[in-house]
């Protein structure tokens, strides 16, 4: 007789909770995995190709337990519930609950004896034990610790990074009780071949994420700001930064660019600077960061006007093509993308834009780089993807583009300047 899978959830099946569910199911465990998009679920169940998630086309294809559904009611066979929704920010920079609020209020309905609900969803400290916990209680009418059990393991994901995937990446988790850090740990060692290391509480737990972003987001700021500098100061940064990089200690290298994308470092430093705001502290140097890093999709749009009127360009008759909607290279990941804020900024002005990603065709206005090329006068290189790294100066002179702006200073401004392009680059 074949031995019963223990059953997990994953609520959430996005950037991280597809991965992580695919991969509980991987490691031997039948999974439900819960989403209020019927659209994506119905793709799932019928294994037909997902927009976005096309590295795991052959999961999806080869999976025997893995059972997407919307109906919250399939929670109450699970042993293990992972909470993977979004949390991003409001407009005005504000923690959005929202999302984790009411998946966490569906949960609640259903919420049994001794199950472990283990939010991955990036929170602020405190947030578990001022929301999740109260909210979970409150409508089951159980009690942490002692009727069911509540952990916090934030994700860890980078997207398209086929070196350190979901399974791979180290993690940290922390427990609300003692009994609840020993199930936690146990689970995860099933599932990740890399050290997962238990936080004394749950609050550090939450902490460790905005924290590891919060460092990228600062670091970023501090060269961004470098670059605005140095390019009035003629000094290149890029040489700079390989320069510093020969010292083997006490430094480590990050590349200034049009602006910071993803859901991670534009969005946790907001988590710390609100929750600490409310319990009496201010974080300025974070809010600075925020505000330097936020402000690179205008600098950018300002590099491209200062090279139109260096060659004596209209600035309304124009066509600006934007290389790349992606937030990374080779993704087709566009949350918090900068492109999106540098063609709202074009738009604004009354400038025409055309946009090519060949990894989000589907949002793009153009159906090729040929053509995007064929109708551009100017071009803002904002995603460093593999195909536009290939790029010569050949192939914008015989389209007359006469301006490149290279927001990621991917390209090479001496082979583009040396050709007669006006090259702009960010700090060089």
Not at 93 to 106: G, I, K, R, Y
Not at 167 to 191: C, M, N, Q
């Amino acid at each position: 007789m074949q031995k019963k899978l223990e059953t997990v959830a994953v609520v959430g099946l996005g950037y991280v909770g597809l991965p992580l569910a695919l991969l509980v199911e991987e490691k031997g465990y039948k999974v439900i995995g819960i989403d209020i998009d019927e659209k994506k679920v119905k793709a799932l169940a019928e294994k037909r190709k997902l927009n976005g998630f096309e590295e795991f086309e052959k999961k999806i294809r080869n999976s025997k337990n893995f059972f997407p559904t919307n109906n919250f009611d399939e929670l109450k066979n699970a042993s293990i519930i992972i909470v993977a929704v979004p949390t991003p920010t409001f407009e005005n920079h504000q923690p959005n609950l929202l999302p984790l609020t009411s998946a966490l209020e569906e949960i609640s309905k259903r919420l049994d004896r001794y199950q472990h609900v283990i939010i991955e969803s990036t929170i602020n400290p405190g947030v578990c034990e001022q929301v999740v916990i109260p909210l979970l209680e409150k409508a089951s009418g159980l009690k942490v610790g002692k009727n069911f059990y509540v952990s916090h393991c934030p994700e860890r994901i980078d997207p398209g990074n086929k070196n350190w995937d979901v399974e791979k990446i180290p993690r940290v988790i922390g427990s609300a009780d003692p009994k609840g850090l020993i199930l936690g740990l146990s689970f995860y060692k099933t599932i990740i071949s890399a050290e997962i290391t238990p936080m004394k509480c749950i609050k550090e737990a939450e902490a460790v994420k905005v924290v590891e972003n919060s460092f990228r987001d600062i670091n970023i700021a501090f060269v961004n700001e470098l670059a605005m500098s140095f390019s009035k100061l003629g000094i290149d940064i890029k040489n700079v930064i390989k320069g510093a990089s020969t010292k083997p200690f006490a430094f480590m290298a990050h590349d200034p660019g049009c602006g910071v994308g993803g859901h991670c470092i534009p969005v946790d430093p907001y988590y710390l600077i609100t929750y600490a705001k409310k319990n009496g502290f201010s974080h300025k140097f974070l809010s600075l960061a925020r505000k330097i890093n936020n402000n690179m999709p205008v600098f950018t749009v300002n590099l491209l006007k200062k090279a139109l009127k260096k060659t004596n360009t209209p600035i309304k008759k124009i066509n600006i093509g934007i290389l790349g909607l992606a937030y990374k290279p080779n993704v087709s990941d566009t949350r918090e993308s900068p492109a999106l804020e540098i063609i709202k900024n074009l738009q604004r002005r009354g400038i025409n834009v055309l946009s090519f990603d060949p990894y989000v065709k589907h949002e793009t206005s153009v159906s090729s780089l040929k053509s995007l090329l064929k109708r551009s006068n100017a071009l803002i290189l904002v995603t460093a993807h593999k195909n536009f790294l290939k790029l010569k100066p050949s192939d914008l002179l015989k389209n007359k583009i006469q301006i490149l702006v290279d927001g990621r200073n991917a390209l090479s401004k001496e082979k583009f300047l040396s050709s007669g392009i006006v090259y702009q680059g960010i700090g060089r």
